[in-house]
Nanobody, 115 residues
């Protein structure tokens, strides 16, 4: 079983920056993919960024050029560096772990961006 705990959320002004962290524990196997999702009130959950255990990363179009996903495999940490934040980035951000058919979600952390 894998456990995920997000942290680093909070309230910021538009144009500001924030870094989210996700700490993973339990049985972590190589070959996994870690993902950031977000969900705004009344909206569906959307993918933000992905990163493989080998370090290959991709970001979704709405955050491309502003958000950067990274990971520290030695410490089992996942990060999301968010710059030039906009009001539409306001959402609960979730860390996700995938290894084959196995999927695990964190509890989420709130990010609020004021205009």
């Amino acid at each position: 079983q894998v456990q995920l705990v997000e942290s680093g959320g909070g309230s910021v002004q538009a144009g500001g920056s924030l870094t989210l962290s996700c700490a993973a524990s339990g049985r972590i196997f190589s070959g996994n993919v870690m993902v950031w999702y977000r969900q705004a009130p009344g909206k569906t959950r959307e993918l933000v960024a992905t990163i493989t255990s080998g370090g290959n990363s991709n970001t979704a179009d709405p955050v491309k050029g502003r958000f950067t996903i990274s990971r520290d495999n030695a410490k089992n940490l996942l990060f999301l560096q968010m710059n030039s934040l906009k009001a539409e980035d306001t959402a609960v951000y979730y860390c996700n772990y995938r290894n084959g058919a196995y999927t695990r979600w964190g509890q989420g952390t709130q990010v609020t961006v004021s205009s």
